[in-house]
């Protein structure tokens, strides 16, 4: 990872070398192959491998200190003794990390705002970003779709790691960006890629089943996502906690015992508390109440779940110190988040074709809900399953749509190094009587196909991504773009 900072001694990063060594330092990487001269390189403990093992490589390219924990140290201790580079050793080096590059970069917005759960993060953060901008402040969202707003940038990670994390935080804010909203993963959140950032307030969305390939057992999964809540500035934080999910309470009692204060969300309970929905074609007429107080107001987008995620969004901002009625007053502005819920065309004969994020089977069960009372005819759903993923999600993902829907076509998504016929069977396997369709344009096309007036086909899985990884290939494709293309043949126009 490149630096343009001056060099700075490794000393001013917070960290203590053995034998009191103090070099200056150029720059951070946390992969050896982007090591400069004079570089400190972070050597991780991995899942596949220990970074020490990339020590001597990292040494080679001019590494002038590494930073590890004692089995890296161990690994490399023949290459470090006879090495002139300095050695910090930590019992969590990636924690170590995370403060020493908040330290090297040394700026972020004033006011950052951090969202976890399994569905709705990137959602809740864009409706964050997009309120303050009715606000008038420049904003930033910054996770799965990238950073994005009033500066942008791409991210490869939905929380990337500290280096990059808070290169773009300190860049935003030289930019003139005051207010941030991100999204924290588990799997950034476990690997504290998000420690050193300075959190006026954490929200929580939801919790329910993903990434066991990596958390092994919800109850590690949940560890995780609750340590956003001891990462939020105790005392002075504040905590936006949806009460409707089972795990709500459990959540607000972690953010509690630090002594942070709690806005609650829910349906029908809490400080936001959402009264009514009246949905039609192009959006929902929303009730709810701050205090009690109640508000009446359009909100132009698709499925009830969003209007979840919206109040999470009013409790994030007035936490950040905004007057709840400039937020609600800004409310009717916000728009679709790219890929969750999306419009992506309509057919001549009036249905509709959605494109949407859903890739849990919570996602897929409340995207195909959320719609239904949106359309009024049949429900199609396309599902696929991604490769190199929590295999036990599979068939059920294809349950929730084979309950949900009304027809149920069942293609791949991201096979990855995955047989995409073996991750079809299992999604198959929770949906008897789908029709399955390898191939995702042509399943997509099937699916526009059957559409009768009134009805609506909804492609999950896929939202914003434009591209499908088969294999180490990133074969360009985007599910908004095929859509229309099936409408526009099946009906006869230019695309
Ligand atoms: C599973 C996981 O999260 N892995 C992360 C982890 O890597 P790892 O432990 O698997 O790394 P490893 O391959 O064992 O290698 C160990 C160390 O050696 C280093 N290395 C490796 C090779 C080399 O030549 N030189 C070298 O220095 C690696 O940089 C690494 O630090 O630590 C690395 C450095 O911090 C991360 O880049 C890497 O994220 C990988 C790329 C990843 O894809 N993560 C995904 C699963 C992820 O984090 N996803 C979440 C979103 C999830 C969601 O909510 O949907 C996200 O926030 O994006
Ligand atoms: N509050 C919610 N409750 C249930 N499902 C939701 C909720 N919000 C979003 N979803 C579903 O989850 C999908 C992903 O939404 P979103 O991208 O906002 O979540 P996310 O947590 O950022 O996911 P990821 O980190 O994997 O990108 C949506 O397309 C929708 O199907
Ligand atoms: N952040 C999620 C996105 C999944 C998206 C889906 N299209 C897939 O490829 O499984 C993950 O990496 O598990």
Not at 14 to 31: C, E, F, K, N
Not at 204 to 218: A, G, R, V
Not at 359 to 371: C, E, G, N
Request: glycine share 12%.
């Amino acid at each position: 990872m490149s630096s343009s900072r001056p060099d700075q001694p490794l000393s001013q990063l917070g960290l203590t070398a053995r034998g009191g060594a103090d070099p200056q330092i150029s720059g951070l990487a946390v992969d050896s192959r982007e090591v400069r001269q004079g570089y400190l390189f972070a050597a991780l403990p991995g899942s596949q491998v220990h970074g020490a093992k990339f020590i001597p490589a990292a040494l080679e390219l001019g590494a002038s200190a590494i930073l590890t924990d004692t089995a890296g140290a161990g690994i490399a201790a023949r290459i470090l003794d006879e090495s002139h580079a300095a050695l910090v050793v930590v019992e969590d080096p990636r924690q170590t990390l995370a403060y020493a590059a908040a330290l090297w970069f040394g700026g972020q917005p004033q006011t950052v705002v951090a969202v976890t759960g399994t569905n709705g993060k990137t959602s809740v953060a864009s409706f964050v970003r997009q309120i303050w901008m009715e606000l008038g402040h420049q904003a930033v969202n910054m996770g799965t779709t990238g950073i994005e707003g009033a500066w942008s940038y791409p991210l490869a990670h939905t929380t990337p790691e500290p280096i990059t994390l808070h290169r773009a935080l300190a860049e935003a804010a030289a930019a003139g960006v005051t207010h941030a909203a991100m999204e924290a993963s588990s799997h950034g959140l476990d690997q504290r890629r998000l420690d050193g950032v300075q959190l006026a307030a954490a929200g929580f969305t939801n919790f329910t089943q993903d990434h066991l390939d990596y958390h092994e057992t919800f109850d590690a999964y949940f560890a995780a996502k609750a340590g956003l809540f001891r990462r939020v500035l105790p005392e002075e934080g504040i905590a936006v906690i949806n009460m409707n999910d089972p795990r709500g309470s459990e959540m607000r009692a972690v953010a509690a015992a630090r002594g942070q204060e709690v806005i609650s969300v829910g349906r029908g309970l809490g400080d936001l508390s959402l009264m009514g929905l009246r949905y039609d074609g192009t959006g929902q007429d929303m009730r709810f109440s701050w205090h009690d107080e109640p508000y009446q107001l359009r909100l132009n987008l698709i499925g009830g779940f969003q209007a979840e995620n919206v109040l999470l969004a009013c409790g994030l901002v007035i936490a950040g110190g905004e007057d709840p009625e400039r937020v609600f007053e800004t409310l009717p502005h916000l728009t679709t988040v790219r890929g969750r819920m999306q419009l992506a065309a309509e057919r001549d004969n009036g249905s509709a074709v959605f494109v949407d994020y859903a890739h849990t089977p919570d996602a897929v069960a409340s995207a195909i809900k959320a719609l239904r009372p949106h359309v009024l005819g049949r429900l199609i759903a396309i599902v696929g399953a991604g490769g190199d993923r929590d295999i036990t999600k599979r068939p059920l993902m294809g349950q929730a749509a084979h309950e949900n829907a009304d027809v149920v076509i069942v293609t791949d998504d991201n096979p990855r190094s995955e047989d995409p016929a073996v991750i079809r069977a299992a999604v198959k396997g929770g949906a008897p009587g789908c029709i399955e369709v390898g191939d995702r344009a042509e399943a997509i096309l099937r699916g526009a196909d059957l559409l009768g007036p009134g009805d609506a086909l909804i492609i999950c899985g896929k939202g914003h991504e434009t591209g499908q990884t088969v294999g180490d290939t990133v074969l360009p494709f985007d599910d908004v773009e095929q859509a229309s293309i099936a409408a526009a043949a099946l009906d006869g126009r230019i695309a």
